[in-house]
């Protein structure tokens, strides 16, 4: 059937994340539960956004999201049912805008005279599916589909432009939006605004580096007006501005090459791309430059991890950009590659930078079912049963349709409590933090917070019995934070623990 090549990546993907739907529900009680506490985070602020409020908890400003826009987008759905499935269907919807700009770029890298032309189809689709990560973006729950989205329509844009010499007008949104959606994306804007400005759409660049670098402007002095720093805490907490050295740079840098699957892919394309733009001095090969700053931006100052959904959207970009800049170096390569090289070059790919990918999607219901037996659980105890402020130090779940204070320890909604994580020479700062705002109970992880205050209370952990995915050892550790509380807690835990799913258990301390 002529074009079959084209719908393989877009059904394959279809299947997976249905079939993964399934396993998620399944494996979480006949509830869809996404795989990490974060976009709980989102569902919290989105909460309080649209009461006016930019903060998780009411009366306190704070901002834990990374992403300027996307809270924004949840606040529509914050009072219908579709509040809790919401970040999923608007990924499942950057899902298909993904495909559809793949779909174009494939129309430039493969000639249409190549015998094997849907092989090339069928293993662009498969490739994109694998190294995008794009089984397991969709049930995170965040902005990273649509961030990827964005960067594959950026290419799609500035190829067309590359056709006809006129700019798309959605391409200037896209660049727009890059940014908004992540900050990481400031290094697609640039890349992507200086090439329309050195081709001569320098009308084009301009608007879109005004108006995505001046919305970034724009929200910092939101954020400063409130008392916040200009960037969000979650991105202070996650670049680690106020804990690392030179040297903690350096590692980060090496770690990204030798620990993380995914992470030599951005630098990896980069280099790629100089080495052909030197070789070939002719004007194709100045395009390679756009993919090369993106790769090698991402590499100094972008993150790796974490379910595999920071370096996506650079992986995708860089990728496709070396690959439509080879296109153009050489319009007949895919014509001339025989279809075992193709195969046996698909398959080094694959395994030499998806394998760490696969694993996640394997393992995706698991770690659904680490957050249904843990955040779940603290925000069923916090609200059915405690009914008053905690500490903690995954926010998400428990701040989310919880009025009741949440006082973040690891600091995503507190500065104060990141400073003074990072810096404070000993935990008595918790106790400060607690005192402060009333707070009798404690809910940590013991790998994150290996030291506690000395006069709070070992209570207990829940525990998580099944295979760990996102909850370092299975263990939420319990404490009261004060003198007399620990009695009061007790009869909660214990009538608490009655409703604990299967695979869930409270190991409560004797008196």
């Not at 001569?200 to 001046?214: D, I, K, N, P, S």
């Not at 760990?468 to 509380?485: K, Q, S």
Request: with cysteine.
């Amino acid at each position: 059937m002529r074009g079959w090549g084209r719908w393989v990546g877009p059904l394959l993907w279809g299947m997976a994340v249905a079939v993964e739907l399934v396993l998620v529900v399944r494996a979480c009680g006949g509830r869809f539960v996404y795989l990490l506490d974060d976009p709980y985070i989102h569902l919290a602020l989105a909460e309080n956004l649209a009461s006016g409020h930019h903060g998780v908890n009411l009366g306190e400003a704070s901002s834990p999201s990374s992403s300027l826009i996307w809270p924004w987008l949840l606040v529509p759905f914050v009072h219908t049912g579709l509040a809790e499935l919401a970040p999923l269907c608007l990924n499942l919807l950057a899902g298909v805008a993904v495909w559809l700009g793949v779909d174009r770029v494939g129309s430039r890298l493969i000639d249409p005279t190549s015998p094997s032309r849907e092989a090339w189809r069928a293993a662009l689709g498969v490739a994109v599916l694998v190294l995008g990560n794009l089984t397991v973006l969709p049930l995170l729950g965040m902005e990273h589909t649509l961030h990827v989205a964005l960067g594959v329509w950026v290419l799609v844009g500035l190829a067309e432009e590359g056709d006809t010499g006129r700019v798309p007008p959605w391409l200037v949104a896209a660049l727009v939006l890059e940014p908004w959606v992540r900050y990481e994306g400031v290094g697609v804007l640039v890349a992507g605004a200086g090439w329309l400005a050195w081709r001569g759409h320098r009308g084009a660049a301009f608007v879109a580096g005004l108006l995505g670098l001046g919305g970034l402007v724009a929200y910092s002095a939101v954020l400063l007006g409130l008392g916040l720093d200009a960037l969000p805490t979650s991105v202070h907490v996650k670049a680690g501005f106020a804990e690392r050295g030179l040297l903690g740079v350096v590692k980060r840098l090496v770690n990204s090459l030798v620990e993380q699957h995914g992470g030599g892919v951005p630098l990896g394309g980069a280099l790629i791309a100089g080495a052909l733009a030197l070789r070939h001095r002719v004007p194709e090969a100045r395009w390679l430059v756009v993919p090369a700053t993106v790769g090698v931006g991402h590499y100094l100052v972008g993150r790796y991890g974490w379910y595999g959904r920071y370096e996506i959207y650079a992986t995708l970009f860089v990728g496709l950009g070396v690959a439509l800049g080879i296109a153009r170096l050489d319009p007949g390569l895919t014509r001339r590659v025989p279809l075992p090289a193709l195969g046996v070059g698909l398959w080094v790919l694959l395994a030499g930078f998806g394998a760490g990918y696969v694993d996640h999607a394997l393992h995706a219901p698991d770690a659904a079912r680490n957050i249904h037996r843990n955040q779940a659980q603290l925000h069923r105890f916090v609200v059915d049963h405690l009914r008053g402020p905690v500490a903690v130090n995954d926010l998400g779940w428990v701040s989310w349709r919880n009025e009741a204070y949440v006082l973040d320890l690891w600091g995503l909604a507190s500065r104060e409590a990141y400073l003074a994580r990072v810096t404070a020479q000993d935990p008595a700062w918790m106790a400060a933090l607690a005192d402060r705002h009333d707070v009798p109970v404690a809910f940590l992880f013991a790998t994150w917070f290996p030291e506690v205050p000395s006069d709070w209370t070992h209570l207990g952990a829940l525990v998580d019995e099944g295979r760990v995915e996102v909850v370092p050892e299975g263990r939420v550790e319990i404490w009261a934070t004060r003198r007399g509380a620990a009695d009061a807690l007790r009869p909660l835990l214990t009538a608490w623990a009655e409703g604990l799913p299967p695979g869930a258990h409270l190991e409560l301390d004797a008196p």
